[in-house]
């Protein structure tokens, strides 16, 4: 059933359901009191499953060890995201071995897990959906919402009673930085639509993957350290994309996601900048027009990056910035206008659509930035530009924690950084653009 359907109340439960984080499951008991939490969730879990005929016999002893880690990384995903009042507290889990793989989790300890405590009352559930959408009359499938988890209030009272707290959590449990697989691929995505992605895909453990997951891993032990406020301890992944691409060599895509309930990439501006880096305020520098000036660097064509380049008298500013990022995104100029962008416009803008089509509309844009139409024959599309992007910000942030001891959170083309260190890590984040790209972008502050 669609998370919406029926009442207001189920519409405004559907709306939160959606706002949803992801399940981090790689937390640890590190704690006296974690551990007898665990044993006691491993206690009241396998008598339960004994009692009801879900399991015939008890588990050995690898079984217990292997059991008694998906119960400590799934205890205290839910807790922490009880206080998620956006989503009322829900947080999403993708199940499958494809998806749990690099976690603490199992396919066999979550699907035993999530039955279970359901008719125990430690979590409540709400079953995920296919969304159907219709085309030209036809029905087609579109984005696939995972079930949806939240902690009951006796999970939580029975987690007060050893000393947990969600405020408490990063006393009682931690990441497990060497289980937890800080990359993840996605195959080049099939659907239309603006939020979909490609499927998750298995990769082998090659040299150059542990140099990358190190990285990460690295950097994540780094903000362990870092007194962060405002938001819940962040743990950061690198996602690559395309990865079915016969060309592809971990060099598409590339970003760093923050995961779990700690992701503050998923906050308004506004919110993020109440983010606090070791008791310091901090700014937002952005790359203004950041795949457009990387075109520019890579093509070795003059621009004036002081200008605001999506200002042109023939299109409104909002209109010339889709058409640049669409034309980026497939890598050519367009035939027609993308799905969808009609009527993103008309919600953005509150305007009627021009009368243009998408090959008009790409002219006009040609005339003020003639390299787009070079995009094919450089073999450039979003993914590739977008890995260059990631390379840059992931080297200032890298440079900034080695040579300053400055700790920074990416957003994509910005990063968030202490308000003290703001010229320093501008410098470094221009040079780091200029050693990729050959040309110094301009930074401005969000």
Not at 150 to 178: M, N, V, W
Not at 222 to 247: A, H, M, S
Not at 284 to 290: F, K, N, T
Not at 326 to 332: D, H, L, R, V, W
């Given at each position: ?19 949803a ?15 007898e ?57 993708l ?30 559930v ?155 305020p ?88 003639p ?42 083309d ?11 890590a ?20 969000k």
């Amino acid at each position: 059933m669609p998370f919406d359907q029926g009442t207001q109340d189920n519409t405004d439960l559907g709306k939160a359901l959606r706002k949803a984080g992801g399940a981090h499951l790689s937390w640890v008991a590190t704690s006296k009191g974690a551990k007898e939490f665990v044993q006691k969730l491993f206690q009241i879990t396998e008598q339960y499953e004994l009692a009801t005929g879900k399991r015939v016999r008890p588990r050995n002893k690898a079984q217990i060890e292997t059991f008694k880690r998906c119960l400590a990384t799934w205890a205290p995903a839910l807790i922490r995201h009880s206080t998620n009042q956006e989503s009322r507290g829900y947080l999403y889990c993708l199940s499958g071995q494809d998806n749990l793989k690099g976690t603490c989790m199992t396919d066999r300890g979550f699907r035993s897990i999530t039955e279970t405590w359901a008719e125990l009352g430690l979590h409540e559930v709400r079953k995920g959906y296919q969304q159907i959408g219709t085309f030209e009359g036809a029905e087609i499938k579109m984005k696939r919402w995972a079930n949806r988890y939240r902690a009951t209030d006796t999970l939580l009272h029975l987690a007060a009673t050893y000393g947990i707290f969600p405020e408490s959590l990063k006393q009682h449990f931690c990441t497990d930085q060497e289980r937890f697989n800080p990359i993840r691929l996605r195959a080049r995505k099939t659907g239309r639509g603006k939020h979909e992605t490609g499927k998750i895909v298995a990769f082998s453990n090659t040299l150059k993957v542990q140099m990358l997951a190190q990285d990460v891993r690295e950097y994540n032990a780094y903000l362990e350290d870092q007194d962060i406020g405002g938001i819940p301890q962040p743990t950061l992944r690198r996602v690559f994309n395309n990865g079915d691409d016969t060309d592809f060599d971990w060099n598409k895509g590339g970003r760093l996601y923050a995961i779990g309930p700690g992701n503050y990439q998923s906050l308004k501006a506004v919110e993020r900048s109440k983010i606090t880096l070791n008791g310091q305020p901090t700014v937002e520098l952005d790359v203004r027009a950041s795949h457009l000036t990387i075109v520019y660097g890579l093509l070795g064509a003059p621009f004036d990056v002081r200008k605001d380049p999506y200002q042109t008298p023939e299109l409104d500013r909002p209109l010339a910035k889709k058409i640049v990022n669409a034309m980026i995104s497939k890598g050519q100029p367009l035939d027609k206008w993308p799905r969808g962008t009609k009527a993103e416009y008309l919600a953005e803008t509150g305007k009627p659509f021009p009368k243009l089509t998408g090959k008009q509309a790409s002219q006009i844009v040609l005339k003020y930035h003639p390299c787009l139409a070079e995009l094919t024959k450089a073999a450039l599309d979003w993914s590739k530009i977008q890995f260059i992007e990631s390379e840059v910000l992931f080297a200032a942030m890298r440079e900034l924690r080695d040579e300053y001891d400055v700790p920074t959170l990416p957003v994509h083309d910005s990063l968030i950084v202490p308000q003290e260190n703001k010229e320093v890590a501008e410098n470094v984040l221009k040079h780091r653009f200029f050693l990729e790209c050959g040309i110094v972008p301009n930074i401005q502050e969000k």
